[in-house]
């Protein structure tokens, strides 16, 4: 267990060093960084100064070092349109990103298992053929139209909820929630499920699947044979081993929500890093973009060796099979 | 004669399809006493196995018990409510299916799923169904049963999750076991043991057994009475020395030929020409009469009913008497 759990890490190390590669390569391939920060009128002494200063006339082997070393200690440079440092400025950002994501995942995540067990167990109901129907549409419509198509009817038709920011905020240390207002939580409702509509109808589609797939299981028939009752067949034994291939999707799909969420925070106009990262992309703010793919793959990264640990916690049987091979 | 632990009259089962309504179990009857072990043997489709899923009350749609009746100990249990025959089953019917390495759910251990079943159907405490469990693992024969029970069942070989089956089957002292096929995915080494096993158990308990399998050998060894089927129909049923010695049924005598002997004659084994004719094209008259060597006219039209002779009945219209007349 704890080899498999090194030997995880060790790949991880690994991936993340040639991401690094890839975001130190952008300050080289995207153009000269020193004619974003300057004017046309700068004079070439000066341009040189701020190229110095910024240590970009160093060999590149020296700067990629200098660049790792200052990544691993979450020092991704100064950002040039807002001339503060990046990290500061994605620390700023990840509690609204973090708390969208984890809720918008939530939401997928109770809806999407609740609605995908219901549809496997009531197959025949209207409300089931409902489900699938709405899973259809939460699946191939575009995440952009259905912030749109939410903010029109809630925010400008009826006036419930706020159609744009994140409500008022509270400080807890560094970290800003919007959990803890009404305000908050109300400018939270919209994003969160214009985020995680996606991930919940896959989740309902695969857990629906899953669940149909294992209730027609040999140790199902046998549990039925043994007389237990319809809700512990039902919940205790399909639904666990249902989850299982839920958990890796889920968790692979918190990625994807915490990479997605540009779109729906720019929609929303969400203060997290995905807009950060939009504004970033608009005045080539190349520190900002690469630290905002070294964050992202680093979370992806985690999640991964997250999801792969939790396995085995789920499924026995991955726990000897990795303690034998270990 | 006491009552019969398990009584089946006239049951019928039909499959309703797209296309047409099968009955896969036409007209069968039998009965197992107290502490007997009944056969039920038959090629594949010959609906041994959905007989079993209509005692214990499993059949799913689309299929359905369309007629007959079926007594556990004087109690009519075919037509319950979903509800009330959940609580038979586990408790006053067992039943061990034929794959154990399918049968456990792999992400329980073996304990918490005898536990569960104990509990379901006792009111004992969590330890002491534990405490049951352990005596159950050990009466199974389960070598260490204290410290196996937190074993998953991938942690056990086929034979022995077939033991850890048959704890789950007996955990509630059901008075029948319904044992479908419970030796065919084993090795025969195994094999034996197990039915040796559930031969033991029968006799401890007083448990009626139905052992439904293909085995002849397996039932010449365990069974008391033997029901062999054919196209959802009994063809001949009667004490298992009987029927395996003095066939009378054209089928069964072409089954038992067909069983290698180590003593026998150096010749080749009794082969029976065609194949079980598919349940939605099953012939008018005897079901069998396709492939019967002694085949005559009546056999095409007339449906045989079980006839008497001696400790066997036989469905066949050989054994007629009023054929006897007519010729």
């Given amino acids: 267990m704890l080899a498999f759990t090194l030997r995880r890490m060790l790949q991880a190390i690994g991936v993340m060093l040639a991401v690094g590669v890839i975001a130190f390569s952008m300050f080289r391939f995207a153009g000269d960084p020193v004619n974003q920060i300057v004017s046309i009128d700068t004079s070439a002494a000066e341009r040189a100064s701020i190229r110095q200063s910024l240590g970009l006339d160093d060999p590149v082997l020296v700067q990629f070092a200098r660049y790792f070393i200052d990544a691993v200690q979450f020092k991704f440079g100064v950002s040039y349109q807002f001339r503060l440092p990046v990290s500061s400025l994605l620390m700023e950002r990840l509690p609204a990103t973090l708390e969208l994501a984890i809720c918008a995942t939530l939401f997928a995540m109770v809806a999407g298992i609740l609605m995908g067990v219901y549809s496997a167990l009531r197959r025949d109901t209207v409300l089931a053929k409902l489900f699938q129907a709405v899973s259809l549409i939460g699946i191939s419509l575009p995440t952009f139209l259905i912030g749109i198509l939410l903010i029109y009817l809630f925010a400008v038709t009826l006036g419930w909820l706020p159609s744009f920011g994140r409500g008022e905020v509270v400080k807890l240390g560094w970290w800003t929630t919007g959990l803890l207002t009404v305000s908050g939580l109300k400018a939270l409702i919209m994003p969160a499920i214009t985020l995680g509509l996606f991930q919940m109808t896959l989740i309902m589609r695969l857990v629906r699947a899953e669940m149909l797939e294992v209730l027609r299981t040999d140790y199902i028939r046998f549990a039925r044979a043994r007389g237990l009752t319809t809700r512990a067949i039902h919940f205790g034994h399909a639904l666990k081993n249902t989850l299982v291939p839920v958990i890796t999707v889920a968790g692979l799909q918190f990625g994807s929500v915490i990479a997605f969420s540009i779109i729906t925070e720019t929609v929303f106009q969400w203060p997290g890093m995905g807009l950060l990262f939009v504004q970033a992309v608009q005045n080539v703010d190349i520190p900002i973009m690469a630290a905002y793919l070294l964050m992202v793959s680093l979370i992806f990264v985690t999640i991964n060796l997250v999801v792969d640990i939790l396995y085995t916690v789920v499924d026995p049987r991955l726990r000897s099979t990795v303690g034998r091979a270990s | ?327």
């Fill in chain 2, 1 to 327: 004669m006491t009552q019969p632990v398990l009584s089946v009259r006239n049951l019928e089962v039909e499959f309703v399809t797209r296309r047409a309504t099968l009955r896969a179990i036409n007209g069968v009857s039998f009965d197992i006493a107290r502490g007997e072990v009944l056969g039920v043997v038959g090629e594949s489709g010959a609906g041994k196995s959905v007989t079993g899923l209509a005692v214990i009350g499993l059949i799913d749609p689309p299929g359905r018990i369309s007629a007959g009746e079926i007594e556990l100990s004087g109690t009519r249990i075919d037509h319950l409510p979903p509800e009330q025959i959940r609580r038979i089953r586990g408790k006053r019917i067992g039943m061990i299916f034929q794959d154990p390495l399918t049968s456990l759910n792999p992400l329980y251990r073996i304990g918490d799923q005898i536990v569960e079943t104990i509990r379901t159907h006792t009111n004992l405490t969590e330890t002491a169904a534990r405490k049951r469990a352990i005596d159950l693992l050990a009466e199974v024969g389960i070598p260490a049963p204290e410290k196996r029970i937190d074993g998953y069942p991938h942690e056990f070989s086929g034979g022995m999750r077939q033991r850890v089956v048959i704890a789950l089957a007996i955990c509630a002292e059901p008075e029948l076991i319904i044992a479908d096929e419970p030796t065919t995915a084993l090795d025969v080494s195994v094999q034996a043991q197990i039915i040796a096993l559930i031969k033991r158990l029968g006799r401890d308990h007083g448990t009626a057994v139905m052992l439904v399998t293909h085995d002849m050998g397996v039932i010449a060894e365990t069974c008391d009475r033997v029901a062999v089927m054919y196209s959802g129909r009994i063809a001949e049923i009667g004490p298992v020395q009987e029927v395996v010695r003095n066939p009378l049924h054209p089928y069964a005598k072409g089954l038992m030929g067909a069983i290698p002997t180590l003593a026998g004659e150096d010749k080749r084994l009794v082969q029976i020409p065609g194949s079980m004719p598919r349940l939605s094209a099953i012939p008018p008259g005897c079901p069998f009469n396709p492939r019967c060597a002694f085949v005559f006219d009546r056999c095409r039209v007339d449906r045989p009913e079980p006839i008497r002779q001696g400790t066997q009945a036989v469905a066949c219209h050989l054994f007629d008497p009023v054929k006897e007349t007519a010729a």
